[in-house]
């Protein structure tokens, strides 16, 4: 399902209805882990991705992020490099004209157009509870109150 900027800014008007009214008391852990889910849930594609990439930094794996699939990026890997690009293409999953593309785990390129939470570098309960355990990392839960979390 593609999106529009339109459809982005109501989803975004959506999520802060829905967090103005939401109980500000204190919650569990558990409670606050299922709220990520559901906010995680709930993104569209550019905020799922911008998550991947966030959660791979925190956890120093940033060598799995995904990037826009342009000139740009293939300047900044691949910059006087045509064999060893010739080489990432010819090996891996690769087109031009998809919108999206990361390296493989042998270093190739694979692009694709679409990414949804099935496409994460983890699972989403797993990430929610990294996130609970260290939200300084993200930027896109500033929503919750995690200090308010009692065990």
Known sequence: MRY??????QLQQQKQIKLKHMNTTTQTTAQTIQQVINLINEMDCHELIELNNEYLC????????IFGNDEDFLNCF????????????SFGD???????????????LESFNYFDTDMLCELVPTM?????ENPSDFTQFDEIDFRSIED
Request: glycine fraction near 4%.
């Open 94 to 108: 690769y087109r031009y004209q998809d919108n999206f593309v990361r390296f493989d785990g042998y270093g190739n």
């Open 128 to 132: 929610a509870e990294y996130i609970v």
């Open 78 to 89: 691949f910059y006087n490099k045509p064999t060893e690009l010739a080489q990432c293409i």
């Open 4 to 9: 529009c900027l339109w459809d982005h800014l």
């Open 58 to 65: 925190s956890i120093n794996a940033s060598r799995d992020q």
